[in-house]
């Protein structure tokens, strides 16, 4: 796959859209327990009401998966699952599947190259439609992730339809979009740690010719073509590789950036997104509460598992989108 030689026209929005949501789905396949380690991190010790006091304790990535694994069995790290696949195909889809387009959109006409505020803005903007369409699927993959074991009469939904269905029925269509505003937030922050700083690092490796080699498409951000002053490859030298390596490198970067940017309004996303009705009067309340708890260091909890998550899942997303692009254009019929 590395060797793979793509065509010249970069692909068509359509192939972006699709490649960018089945690229989601793998990386979510790949990386869900960490997300549910994340989250139960990110909900210890939180005050509930009713006031509970929990027997189980979580410390650190592995000694989460294990004891959830002990206490719940091994099918509790993928629990949402069916909620976050959901979530990909409508989420990753809009937010990285779209950003190129909209970064063209945002780009002035006759731009030779594009500037950081349009990356920004069209990372922001992607991210706040995502969130907007996808919201009740990750309110719903939260809860059941953040449920510990539980007997079939204590389960609050029997499965994913009946979450989507209990949760319109007892807090009415708006607790399906509970905790929107902190996600767009994040997301905002997100896309533009991630997508953009992916952006960013691709095109410097690109036009460094940092990772050269056969099979290299030449190109940078997403598959578009390079800006007029990317340097060409003098005769007999090796062109610049829009490669494998070249994109793992450039995600782990944007996994690293998006983590330490985002951290502290995921925190607050998730506690709010599972939080029971009344519990909390807004997102701001819940981060005022969050400060008087745990202190500043609160807005980190669960960072290692974060980082863990976000960086191997950029790595899988972004590497699996390149290739599926590359494959869905080639698979295409040639023009008569």
């Known amino acids: 796959m590395v ?19 089945m690229a989601g789905c793998i990386a979510d396949l790949c990386t869900f327990p960490l ?7 990110q909900i210890q010790g939180e005050v509930r009401i009713p006031r509970t006091v929990s027997s189980v304790e979580y410390r650190g990535v592995l000694g989460t998966l294990s004891t959830m694994v002990r206490t719940e ?15 990909q195909m409508s989420f990753a889809s809009i937010r990285i599947g779209l950003y190129d387009s909209v970064k063209q959109l945002y780009t002035p006409k006759g731009a030779e190259n594009t500037g950081m505020a349009t990356r920004l803005l069209a990372g922001c903007t992607t991210g706040a439609v995502a969130v907007a369409c996808a919201q009740p699927t990750d309110v719903v993959k939260v809860r059941f992730q953040a449920s510990g074991a539980q007997s079939e009469s ?16 007892e ?9 929107t505003l902190p996600n767009i937030a994040r997301n905002a922050i997100i896309n533009c740690g991630e997508l953009v700083t992916y952006d960013l690092l691709k095109d410097a490796l690109l036009r460094a010719q940092l990772m050269t080699g056969e099979g290299g498409t030449g190109r940078g951000g997403h598959g578009q073509a390079p800006p007029l002053s990317l340097p060409r490859p003098t005769p007999g030298s090796a062109p610049p590789s829009d490669n494998v390596p070249c994109h793992f490198v450039a995600a782990f970067g944007a996994g690293f950036c998006a983590t330490v940017v985002a951290s502290p309004v995921d925190v607050v996303k998730t506690r709010y997104m599972n939080a029971s ?3 909390y009067r807004s997102a701001l309340s819940c981060l005022l509460a969050l400060l008087m708890q745990d202190g500043p260091a609160g807005l980190y909890k669960g960072f290692v598992p974060s980082f863990l998550r976000l960086g191997s899942w950029n790595v899988v997303m972004f590497v699996s989108y390149e290739q599926l692009q590359r494959l869905m254009v080639l698979a295409r019929p040639a023009p008569a």
């Open 3 to 21: 060797g793979l030689k793509p065509p010249e026209v970069p692909p068509p929005a359509a192939v972006k859209f699709i490649s960018a949501g």
């Open 171 to 179: 807090e009415g269509v708006r607790g399906l979009w509970r905790g």
């Open 73 to 87: 069995g091994a099918r509790s790290l993928y629990s949402g699952l069916a909620a976050g696949l959901q979530r």
């Open 277 to 279: 009705p009344g519990q």
């Open 154 to 169: 204590a389960r609050r939904y029997s499965g994913t339809v009946d979450a989507y269905r209990t949760i319109a029925r």
């Open 35 to 41: 997300d549910t380690a994340k989250v139960r991190l």
